[in-house]
Structures are given as structure tokens and as C-alpha cells.
């Protein structure tokens, strides 16, 4: 289930809150329980299995051709 990051337009309060993107629009603020909440942009971070950065596509078959 992803993690997303709100903030609410009653108190100001940010908060993140893990629910399914079915049911965000039934989230609320966990401070003042208004449910006039923004969605904020929220950063991600991806891994590999054997420690390869992401972004290193050293042997990828796409490497070097823009795909």
C-alpha cells in the first residue's frame, strides 16, 4: 500500500498517511480531523537487488539508445 503526503487546509498540519488510492479521498487530518486535505508532491526512492543504483543501466540491453 503506497505512503502518500498530505497537508491540511484547516491547521497547516503535514502528514503522511498510508492508504490506498481508493480511499484517499476519505482521509482526514489526524490533528484536527478536517477533511480539507491536500495532497502534496511526495519523492520515492527505488532499489536493486545487489546494491546497483536505479539509474545505472550499465547492462541494460537499452543502454546508450534513449529506451
Known amino acids: 500500500m503506497p505512503i502518500f503526503d498530505f497537508e491540511c487546509q484547516e491547521c497547516g498540519h503535514k502528514f503522511d498517511l498510508m492508504i490506498s488510492n481508493a480511499d484517499k479521498d476519505k482521509a482526514k487530518c ?38
Not at 478536517?34 to 539509474?55: C, E, Y
Request: with cysteine.
Open 30 to 67: 489526524p490533528k484536527c480531523g478536517a477533511k480539507t486535505i491536500k495532497q502534496l508532491v511526495s519523492f520515492f526512492n527505488t532499489s536493486r537487488v545487489g546494491g546497483a543504483p536505479a539509474d545505472s543501466c550499465s547492462g541494460c540491453r537499452a543502454a546508450g539508445n534513449g529506451g
